[in-house]
């Protein structure tokens, strides 16, 4: 009974200090200081392969991935995700383990396989125990050099392919997304999204092996390691498992020349309760001196959370739940676009509110107060999202990929903050033109079709 008592009057006089205090403003938050690079050791052997160490942090264990150069980007026209049927099939096993082999030895090491593919890359990756980090390299290096490609999984893996495809062409999203691309890159993989279920059928072991042959060697590989390991042991397993294997071709990536010229694309899904809206167009790409402020003013305009649009179709009007705009940054071309899911009787009225604050953007510079908030938000996450070694590999193989310095990492978080508003308001009107952005419209073109007409008279005012 007493401990009760005691209890209750502690909990009385949390209460009372509760009520009895005004809710306190946190205070600032410090400014994010500039990033620094990690001291990192590079070696490069005679058949091409690269080898980038990269020492980092205190917890013992290290991150390894393996890139190498070459991913959809490479793909023929007719040969689309014959990419990542290469990729599943290396995930099957190497010629002297099996799948549940590999499985098993990188569960013992702390870790697992995983193999993946972007539009510019396909990547081995694993983390493991620090101690284990030379035997890791070695098993995924045999993962690399000699892929199994076993034809009892073909027919499985294909299914698994016409499964996944038949899934996304269900979702407005994709076949907005498929379509956006396809028509601001007309003539390049970069717009080339889905395969068709006849595509993945005609797919051969022998064209999996030919796109092996042609796009994997020496002259294109990158293994980056970076974590707490022993540098020496780490390289004297990298250079002993990838010494003998064959150079392969320079890889190089053709650059896709975005067109946009306005269009407006209505796919009619009948009874959407919702539509789904993408529009955007070319902005700089990495390699440009834009881009920075083009990624800050992306920030600021619809990709963050607190940023313009988001505010005014989401929190103000409630047109949309989750809108966000993003940059896309390809090879030596990046596309800014701008993404929702409206409610079908708000689709004009929500293209209405996107273009005013572009407008609004391109004709006044934004506040100091609300550039300052961007600038510590963006300085920040890129800092956060380079405190961890996976973090640190991803930055250097995005440098890799756009052919970057060092110092487009180093002198990034002072470049954001030496934005001022004239410049983001530069870059809007650079490069955000309303009447020239590729739109695509995913909904139900009955209800919706005369908002859009609307759009359309409201574009005919803008300059």
């Not at 549940?100 to 990188?106: E, G, P, Q, V, Y």
């Not at 973090?391 to 756009?402: K, S």
Request: with cysteine.
């Amino acid at each position: 009974m007493k401990n009760t008592i005691v209890i209750f009057v502690i909990c009385l006089a949390i209460i009372s200090i509760s009520f009895g205090q005004e809710k306190e403003t946190p205070p600032s938050g410090s400014e994010p200081k500039n990033f620094l690079l990690p001291q990192r050791e590079e070696l490069q052997l005679e058949n091409g392969v690269k080898l980038v160490m990269i020492p980092y942090g205190g917890i013992p264990k290290a991150s390894v991935r393996i890139t190498v150069s070459t991913g959809n980007i490479h793909e023929e026209i007719d040969k689309i995700w014959m990419s990542n049927l290469v990729s599943n099939l290396m995930q099957e096993g190497s010629i002297s383990m099996s799948a549940k082999d590999i499985a098993d030895k990188m569960a013992n090491m702390g870790g697992d396989l995983n193999i993946f593919v972007t539009p510019h890359n396909t990547n081995i990756q694993s983390s493991v125990l620090y101690e284990f980090v030379p035997d890791a390299i070695a098993l995924m290096v045999d993962v690399l050099i000699n892929p199994a490609f076993p034809e009892s999984e073909m027919v499985r893996l294909k299914n698994d392919m016409k499964r996944n495809l038949s899934v996304e062409l269900t979702k407005p999203g994709s076949l907005a997304t498929q379509e956006f691309f396809k028509q601001l890159y007309p003539n390049h993989p970069y717009g080339r999204y889905f395969p068709t279920e006849e595509m993945i059928d005609s797919y051969t072991l022998d064209d999996v092996k030919e796109f092996y042959g042609k796009n994997f060697g020496g002259k294109c590989t990158t293994i980056y390691i970076a974590g707490k390991f022993d540098i020496e042991k780490a390289k004297k397993a990298a250079v002993g498992a990838l010494t003998n294997w064959k150079e392969g071709l320079e890889s190089e990536y053709s650059i896709g020349e975005p067109v946009t010229q306005g269009e407006i694309t209505l796919i009619d899904r009948p009874g959407a309760p919702q539509s789904t809206l993408l529009v955007g167009l070319p902005v700089a790409d990495p390699s440009n001196p834009d881009y920075i402020a083009v990624d800050v003013m992306n920030s600021l305009l619809g990709g963050s959370f607190g940023s313009r649009i988001t505010s005014n179709i989401r929190e103000d009007k409630g047109y949309t739940y989750s809108p966000r705009s993003r940059v896309s940054a390809k090879y030596k071309s990046s596309i800014w676009y701008e993404q929702a899911d409206v409610t079908t009787e708000f689709t004009g009225p929500s293209l209405q509110e996107i273009s005013k604050e572009i407008e609004r953007l391109r004709n006044e510079a934004p506040s100091e107060k609300e550039l300052d908030g961007i600038k510590n938000y963006e300085a920040g996450l890129f800092v956060l999202r380079n405190s961890i070694p996976n973090g640190i590999i991803e930055q250097l193989v995005f440098l890799d990929v756009h052919d970057l310095e060092d110092d487009y990492l180093v002198n990034r978080v002072k470049e954001i903050y030496s934005l001022t508003p004239k410049d983001i308001q530069n870059m809007a009107k650079k490069y955000l033109r309303s009447k020239d952005m590729t739109l695509v419209i995913v909904g139900d073109k009955v209800k919706i079709q005369n908002q859009i007409d609307e759009y359309e008279k409201l574009l005919d005012t803008l300059k």
